[in-house]
C-alpha cells in the first residue's frame, strides 16, 4: 500500500502571493504630515554616518 | 520559522502608502506603511503604524493582536513591492522604540536567508558612522537595505 503525505511547502514571505488594490485615496494623503518625527529622526541618524554602502 | 503575510493589501498609485488589516484578538486593526523621502537622495524612511479613530496614525499604537510575526511579514512584503517598482531606492528603518527596534532585528534574523537573497541589509550600530553588513545578534539601531540586483 502506497502511503501519500501531503507536504506543504512554505513559499515564504517574499514570494507569497498577495492581492494588491491601487486605492486612490490613499495617493490622497499627505505623507510629510504624517510622522515628522520620525522622518526627522531617521535624517539625524543619516546625517551621523559617512555614507551610503557601496 | 516562517510566517505567511496578509494577503489583502492596499497601496497609493505611487505606492508611497500601503495598508492592510491586522485580524487577531483585538478585531480588525488597520496598519498603515509609508514610504518618506529623507534628505539624503535616493534614500527612503519606512514609517508603520496603526490607523486608530479618527484615522489618527499612531506609531506607538501597542495592539496586542496575536499576529505579530504575520504583520511584520507584511511589512516586509510591502518593502519587496515597493523596492519592485523602486529597485534603485534605499530603505531606512527603526522601530519606534528600542523593543520594537530588537523585535525587527529578530525577524530579519530568523528569515535572514532568504531575506538575504533579494536584499543588501545594512545595520547602524551605536559608536559607529558607517553602516555594516547585517550579521545576526548585531545590536542595531536602524536598518538600511536595498534590492540587490537591478
Known sequence: ????????????ILNAKVTLTIDKE??????????????AEANRRLDRMKSLPK | MRHEPYTNLK?????????FESVGLHGAIRKRIIFLPTKKSGV???VFGDIGENSAFDIYATSD??????????VAKAVEIYTSRYPKRWIHFSGSTRERTRLYRMAISINLGELSEKFEIYAEVSGRNEFQAFKKSMPVEAFLIRRKKF
Open chain 1, 26 to 39: 490613499l495617493s490622497k494623503i499627505d505623507v510629510k504630515t504624517l510622522a515628522p518625527e520620525k522622518l
Open chain 1, 1 to 12: 500500500m502506497i502511503m501519500k503525505k501531503r507536504i506543504r511547502i512554505s513559499k515564504g
Open chain 2, 11 to 19: 497601496a497609493s498609485e505611487d505606492f508611497q502608502v500601503f495598508e
Open chain 2, 65 to 74: 493582536n496575536g499576529d505579530h510575526n504575520k504583520v511584520l511579514a507584511t
Open chain 2, 44 to 46: 527612503y524612511s519606512l
